[in-house]
């Protein structure tokens, strides 16, 4: 099994002082971060895009692009231009989805599938050869600190048979210390958290608490 990876979302963090966050959850030990693109269609939300990450430049830490917009392929270049380490696109949002996992790996990234709670993951049994990454959204996509669904426990466990070992099953959306354990159980090894990282004063040890036993 993969090591588990902790990847913080930005999109909780202080906009204010994004430079500062960004070494902080670093040092804190975190293994990626997690930065959620939206475009105010595809969710009821608009967060920032690739122009404001490329700003803050110097990250040491892997960036997970999770795009949740209508038209992801037009992303494909400037999500390269970051030197992103992995670029994730919703299936709900790609016609061609195949071609477009198989252009992420071409341009050097990590290639993943995002899904929506109600969307089937059996759609996986033909693309799992052209993926590195699935992530099961365990929220409706949009917004931080929502609700964790437990219903997407069994769809997580299903991911896993479907896909393999190899492939990262990440969980995006209240992800917390009270259900990190049985997610890993289920499968998945990138535990995005958001608020359960940013909205306590010692990241380090809300990183750690994170970590299974
Ligand atoms: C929601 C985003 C998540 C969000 C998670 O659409 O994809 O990454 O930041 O936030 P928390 O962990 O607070 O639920
Ligand atoms: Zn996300």
């Given amino acids: 099994m993969n ?24 040092q804190a030990g975190a293994d990626w971060l997690h930065l959620d693109m939206m475009d105010g269609h595809f969710v009821p939300n608009l967060s920032f895009g690739p122009l404001v990450v490329q700003k803050l430049a110097g990250g040491a830490l892997p960036l997970d692009v999770h795009l949740m917009v209508t038209n992801p392929a037009e992303y494909l270049q400037p999500v390269k231009k970051l030197q992103a380490h992995s670029m994730v696109v919703h299936v709900e949002a790609c016609v061609h989805l195949q071609r477009l996992l198989s252009a992420i790996r071409a341009e050097g990234m990590l290639a993943g599938v995002a899904l929506n709670p109600s969307t089937s993951p059996e759609f996986l049994e ?12 365990t929220v409706n996509p949009g917004f931080g600190g929502q609700a964790f669904l437990s219903s997407m426990l069994p769809k997580i ?9 190899q492939p990262r099953i990440t969980v995006d ?10 997610l890993v159980e289920a499968g998945a090894d990138v535990l995005v958290a958001g608020n359960s990282v940013f909205s306590q004063a010692d990241y380090a040890a809300a990183i750690a608490a994170l970590r299974p036993l």
Wanted: aromatic fraction near 4%; hydrophobic fraction near 45%.
């Fill in 173 to 182: 959306g209240g992800v917390g210390e009270n259900n990190a354990k049985a």
């Fill in 126 to 137: 033909y693309v799992k050869d052209d993926l590195d990454i699935v992530l099961v959204m």
């Fill in 157 to 165: 466990k299903r991911v896993r048979q479907l896909v393999g070992s």
């Fill in 3 to 26: 090591r588990v990876l902790i990847a913080p979302s930005l999109l909780a963090a202080d906009f204010s002082n994004l430079h500062h966050e960004v070494q902080a959850v670093h």
